[in-house]
């Protein structure tokens, strides 16, 4: 039976480190959330981000705009938010037509580290704004005694905010890992995913990893947030703790690690600017 990687107190151990250096700013860190429409997921994830900032002490707004906004009036937010805040977010998802805002966020307010400078950063391994869930998964592994230098990390999703960014980060230098990138028209699947020292699962599709797909005493990462009429449920099957040696809860893994790191990011941004 494999150990529980408590995501929700490592993340409150990252909280008390920033809440001490919020308090010695002379202001306090001031981030804005943009939400446009009314999905329901959006305003959870809101709620979660805006009670982490009060325990830590980041000034937190949220705009919550209609669904019909247009491209003019989300660009003049996004313009005016620029000058004010020390770190500025819009809640994905958002209507296609308005994705082109996304890159008029300024790079150093870009606390979800989307921004395609910050994306070139990375590549060049060159400090930025780092988007918050491989962040999130970087600070889980460290902080639970499992360093990745040196192991086989299978990464299964590909997207440019959760496994694109995430084998870019494993693989820098200093961090070390080896890493596999699967994805959905990747052959053999499961033979990739046997070989893993680390399993790291970013796809979106409830219990898609079961256990004859993990090495025995492997690590498992589960990202995947399903809403299930058994609730809300991860990438990884529960028979997956059967092998592995130690996994992260849904809820209670990378979700809480996300939101602080985006606390993070926001009061790195309010001391360099
Ligand atoms: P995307 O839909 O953007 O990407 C999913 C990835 O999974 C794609 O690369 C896709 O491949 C791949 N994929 C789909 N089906 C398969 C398959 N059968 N086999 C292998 N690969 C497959 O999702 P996100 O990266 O945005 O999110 C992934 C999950 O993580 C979601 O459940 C999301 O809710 C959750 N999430 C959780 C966060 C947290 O804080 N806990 C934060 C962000 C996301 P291809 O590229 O070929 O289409």
């Known amino acids: 039976m494999s ?3 408590d995501g929700k107190k490592i993340a409150k151990e990252i909280e008390i480190e920033l809440t001490a250096k919020v308090s010695s700013m002379e202001n306090a860190p001031r981030l804005s959330v943009v939400q446009i429409g009314d999905d329901p997921a959006s305003a959870s994830y809101i709620k979660a981000k805006a009670n982490a900032a009060s325990r830590v002490g980041i000034h937190l707004t949220h705009h919550h705009l209609p669904i019909e906004t247009s491209i003019e009036e989300l660009k003049s937010l996004v313009n005016d938010l620029n000058e004010s805040e020390d770190g500025l977010i819009i809640q994905l998802p958002i209507p296609k037509k308005l994705e082109p805002v996304l890159e008029m966020i300024k790079p150093e307010n870009d606390v979800d580290g989307f921004h395609s400078e910050n994306l070139g950063k990375l590549v060049q391994g060159i400090s930025g704004m780092t988007p918050c869930t491989p962040a999130g998964i970087i ?9 990745p230098e040196g192991k086989h990390v299978v990464i299964v999703g590909r997207s440019t905010i959760v496994g694109t960014p995430l084998s870019l980060l494993l693989s820098q230098k200093g961090v070390d890992a080896t890493v596999t990138l699967c994805h959905s028209r990747t052959k053999y699947l499961e033979e990739h995913c046997k070989e893993a020292d680390i399993l790291v699962a970013a796809v979106g599709k409830a219990n898609m990893i079961t256990k004859d797909m993990v090495k025995p005493g492997a690590i498992i ?3 995947g947030v399903n809403r299930t009429s058994e609730g809300l449920v ?5 028979e997956v703790k059967e092998v592995a040696s130690q996994i992260t809860p849904v809820p209670g893994g990378v979700g809480p690690m996300t939101v602080v790191m985006l606390m993070s990011n926001t009061v790195k941004s309010a001391l360099e600017n």
């Open 3 to 5: 150990l529980i990687i």
């Open 139 to 147: 600070e889980l592994l460290y902080r639970s005694g499992n360093d």
């Open 221 to 223: 990462i589960d990202v």
């Open 234 to 238: 991860g990438d990884v099957s529960t």
